[in-house]
């Protein structure tokens, strides 16, 4: 974006108009407004009309929602859990230290609530199939949140190659409270905002007690910070906090502006990050399930109209030459039995027929919400209960096949989280290891063996070191022959200690958790999401075929062809990895290294 000679309140007002009236022409046939897209979205998750609740007659638009229905399958099917995040290693010697990283970083994630985070990502992808999240940095926490786009402008093509702004409405005494912000500005805006008002003391404007921000985030020239022209040339990525009041017009008519910047400063990356369900070429906001299916809500919405104007146009009416039946009427003035009386040559009351066949408008509504599943990628295996002697592997053929799209979704969400994961947690995680912390870890069993096999020998080696040093201290000599018998004793004691799936975990002796993962090169580490669904039954039938295979064995070594092949089953597995299956069959070392010490044992 050229800036020219523009301040950064007018670089504002002209995104914010290009966002009102701005038309985004993607080809011959295809152009349209972002904002207008996203109304349209707002309006249609809410079962509005876009054109009013009412016809020219004044009569009540009925809305049959068919949108929400498929958003909910999405929604549901593409859903990733907090707990299926985890850190691998991509090296065996990493195993141990990658699972402490994968403890605390399940840590982090609980203490800023990243399930409530990752439900709210998940349902404004679902609905838009794209979502704004902002990563906000407090020093000590990092606060990940799901941005409304109601409240966003942004460049409709590239998200990132022009500034994002965020509007933020604040009451007079929330301004007060931002810190950041230069006061001395604030006071200066609260002070023309009361000021705005007619000699007869009425709102000169239409301000309520919201003031409107403007938070901007993108690269700038220097100058927008220094006041230096020299820097004009020289952008940097910064963070601006403005506002803006009409105070006038000039001669021509146009508004005149006093501009208040509450804050000015540069940042190391902006703090927005757009993810994408299907990520749409040259479009940021691509309108999600509303977009794809307007058309068919539109016309399910035009037909359930055409059925209800033909009900209600669905009358009682009877008709008789007999004048003394003039103004009566059926409903009110007629009991059942009652016998009428005709007076002598008049016809008597005969109903006429005014039935209307809404069969074929029903049909073509269920014609258009049929296509709306065709197009939303859900089955009727999905939605309906199988008719009576369906093969069960038949239904999961349908099923599978219904969920590949699904599947996509899911993976490019897994994708983006990692994305976010190592652009923004790790790094803050990283420095918030300074301190030795316990952490608290519900572990499976391989990675209970894991833990235990290097701190059982650890800590009875430091618990025998302890044992000697107090006895010398007490002025005797302690007999070299009993040393296998204690050893073996204290192992005893250590082992009854490690009861349970739940270990409390502190940094080696003398260390930080910083120090503690030095030589953990954290670029390399495999950060894992799953979804919630797998396919169980062919997971459990792959492992207990490769029990068959390595009963089959007999403890004899496998070939390197069989160890690749084994290798690639666990990978697909997705459940085991080759790592944690050599790691089992590692043996234990006579001395055993440095490692992490349970919580709550006595130090040497």
Request: hydrophobic share 40%.
């Given at each position: 974006?050229?800036?020219?000679?523009?301040?950064?309140?007018?670089?504002?007002?002209?995104?914010?108009?290009?966002d009102k009236d701005g038309i985004v022409k993607l080809s011959k046939y295809v152009e349209f407004n972002q904002r207008e897209r996203i109304n349209t979205t707002f309006a249609y998750l809410n079962s509005k009309h876009l054109n009013g609740d009412t016809d020219h007659l004044g009569r009540e638009k009925p809305f049959k929602q068919i949108i929400i229905p498929v958003r909910n399958v999405v929604y549901r099917a593409t859903d990733i859990d907090r707990k299926h995040i985890s850190v691998g290693a991509e090296k065996s010697s990493d195993v141990v230290t990658a699972l402490l990283a994968s403890?605390?970083?399940?840590?982090?994630?609980?203490?800023?609530?990243?399930?409530?985070?990752?439900?709210?990502?998940?349902?404004?992808?679902?609905?838009?199939?794209?979502?704004?999240?902002?990563?906000?940095?407090?020093g000590n926490e990092l606060i990940p949140k799901v941005m409304n786009w109601d409240k966003m402008i942004v460049d409709p093509i590239d998200f990132y190659a022009n500034p994002q702004i965020e509007k933020i409405d604040f009451t007079p005494a929330d301004l007060k409270k931002q810190d950041k912000y230069d006061q001395e500005m604030v006071d200066e805006l609260l002070e023309n905002l009361t000021k705005r008002k007619t000699a007869e003391g009425q709102d000169k404007d239409d301000n309520s007690n919201?003031?409107?921000?403007?938070?901007?985030?993108g690269e700038f020239p220097l100058s927008y910070l220094t006041d230096n022209e020299e820097d004009d040339d020289t952008f940097t990525q910064q963070m601006h906090v403005i506002c803006f009041q009409i105070s006038g017009t000039d001669s021509k008519g146009n508004s005149v502006y006093d501009d208040y910047t509450l804050y000015k400063g540069r940042e190391k990356q902006s703090p927005y990050e757009i993810d994408y369900l299907i990520k749409q070429e040259s479009v940021t906001y691509p309108g999600g399930v509303v977009q794809e299916l307007e058309q068919a809500q539109w016309m399910t919405n035009h037909y359930e109209k055409l059925i209800k104007d033909k009900l209600d146009g669905s009358k009682d009416i009877?008709?008789?030459?007999?004048?003394?039946?003039?103004?009566?009427?059926?409903?009110?003035?007629?009991?059942?039995?009652?016998?009428?009386?005709?007076?002598a040559g008049k016809q008597p009351l005969t109903k006429i027929n005014t039935e209307t066949n809404i069969v074929p408008l029903q049909s073509a509504g269920a014609g258009w919400m049929a296509l709306a599943n065709l197009i939303g990628g859900i089955s009727e295996a999905m939605i309906t209960t199988p008719k009576a002697g369906t093969a069960w592997r038949?239904?999961?053929?349908?099923?599978?096949?219904?969920?590949?799209?699904?599947?996509?979704?899911?993976?490019?969400?897994?994708?983006?989280?990692?994305?976010?994961?190592?652009?923004?947690?790790?790094?803050?995680w990283k420095k918030q290891l300074d301190n030795r912390d316990e952490i608290m870890g519900i572990l499976e069993a391989h990675h209970i063996k894991q833990i235990d096999a290097m701190y059982l020998p650890a800590e009875t080696n430091r618990r025998m070191n302890?044992?000697?040093?107090?006895?010398?201290?007490?002025?005797?000599?302690?007999?070299?022959?009993?040393?296998?018998?204690?050893?073996?004793?204290?192992?005893?004691?250590?082992q009854s200690e490690l009861t349970g799936n739940i270990r409390p975990i502190s940094p080696s002796e003398g260390l930080t958790w910083k120090e503690e993962f030095k030589d953990l090169n954290f670029d390399n580490l495999d950060i894992d999401v799953t979804g919630e669904s797998k396919d169980f039954e062919g997971v459990n039938e792959t492992l207990k075929s490769i029990l068959d295979f390595e009963a089959k064995l007999q403890g004899q070594p496998m070939t390197p062809r069989q160890e690749?092949?084994?290798?690639?089953?666990?990978?697909?597995?997705?459940?085991?990895?080759?790592?944690?299956?050599?790691?089992?069959?590692?043996?234990?070392?006579?001395?055993?290294?440095?490692?992490?010490q349970m919580a709550g044992q006595m130090a040497g």
């Open positions: 974006m050229y800036y020219g000679k523009q301040t950064i309140c007018e670089v504002v007002r002209e995104m914010e108009s290009a403890i605390k970083l399940q840590q982090w994630m609980k203490s800023v609530n990243f399930g409530q985070y990752l439900n709210d990502w998940g349902l404004e992808l679902s609905n838009h199939n794209a979502c704004i999240s902002k990563f906000v940095d407090r919201y003031i409107t921000v403007y938070e901007v985030h009877f008709q008789t030459d007999d004048q003394s039946f003039l103004g009566k009427n059926s409903l009110v003035d007629i009991e059942n039995g009652d016998v009428l009386n005709y007076n038949s239904l999961q053929a349908q099923l599978q096949e219904a969920h590949s799209l699904f599947e996509l979704m899911k993976q490019n969400k897994g994708l983006a989280l990692i994305k976010n994961l190592r652009k923004y947690v790790v790094p803050f302890q044992k000697k040093k107090d006895v010398i201290l007490s002025g005797e000599i302690y007999d070299p022959a009993m040393e296998q018998a204690d050893m073996a004793q204290v192992g005893q004691e250590v690749m092949i084994l290798d690639k089953l666990l990978i697909n597995s997705r459940i085991v990895s080759p790592l944690e299956m050599s790691y089992t069959k590692q043996p234990q070392l006579n001395q055993p290294q440095q490692v992490p």
